[in-house]
């Protein structure tokens, strides 16, 4: 339901956080040719909706595709974390990285963010956390009306979350906002992966990431070095 929050305009036009967190990961999906991306969606439940794949178009057009509360109505940011986790522990070659991008607190799951976060760290994964959204009162649309309901984000957990794996927490209230953290963590992973080139005597090309939306979104890019290739049998709601 949070994603439903009319706190966001595009045009000067009131838009739901949902709808503008789609066209930027769209936008960078597209952006990434010869990245390898995994698609994860989580709500109360954690699922992997898309398996790692160099199709960029096929993981841009499951992105559109993406519904609030597709995945329930909770927000299981440990259990996300840790299915990601679980499907980059089998590809060990280059950098891996996730983007989680959240716009509440962690309310289900059985797996606690923090313990999640340990271990990424243990299997030497990055984690870029976001914030999406404004806090306090937010409008939502109900029964043809805008109504005020109380949001809070979980600033310190998901800095806390960054922190650990050696990431870094963003917060975004406009859709210029997040427009500007998905540069900088691009500029941020292509002079780490510049600098791996210059003592690694094999070519890394491009840098992997995973991302997180929806009740929370999950996003994965994967180094592009594989074979071409749907990667079954490893992988939100």
């Given at each position: 339901?949070?994603?439903e929050a009319l706190d966001f305009?595009?045009?000067g036009r009131q838009v739901t956080r949902m709808a503008v967190i789609k066209g930027v990961i769209g936008r960078f999906?597209?952006?990434r040719d010869g990245d390898r991306?995994?698609?994860v969606v989580f709500?109360?439940?954690?699922f992997v909706l898309s398996p790692m794949t160099l199709d960029n178009q096929a993981a841009y057009k499951l992105v559109d595709n993406i519904v609030s509360r597709m995945a329930g109505d909770g927000t299981a940011i440990g259990d996300a974390i840790g299915l990601a986790v679980k499907k980059l522990r089998d590809r060990p070659e280059?950098?891996?990285i996730l983007i989680l991008v959240t716009d509440g607190e962690n309310t289900e799951g059985s797996l606690p963010p923090k313990l999640a976060a340990q271990l990424a760290a243990h299997e030497g994964i990055r984690i870029y956390t976001i914030g999406v959204g404004s806090k306090g009162l937010v409008p939502f649309m109900e029964d043809g009306r805008v109504t005020q309901v109380k949001m809070e984000i979980d600033e310190e957990l998901l800095t806390e979350v960054a922190g650990i794996t050696g990431g870094e927490y963003f917060r975004a209230t406009d859709t210029s906002a997040l427009e500007q953290i998905y540069q900088r963590i691009d500029a941020l992973e292509k002079t780490q992966a510049e600098a791996r080139t210059a003592m690694i005597p094999r070519p890394l090309y491009r840098w992997p990431l995973g991302l997180a939306l929806l009740a929370l979104l999950l996003l994965g890019l994967f180094p592009d070095g594989?074979?071409?290739?749907w990667l079954t049998g490893r992988a939100h709601g």
């Open positions: 339901r949070s994603m305009t595009v045009g999906i597209k952006a991306i995994g698609l709500g109360d439940q954690a280059g950098s891996r594989i074979p071409r290739a």
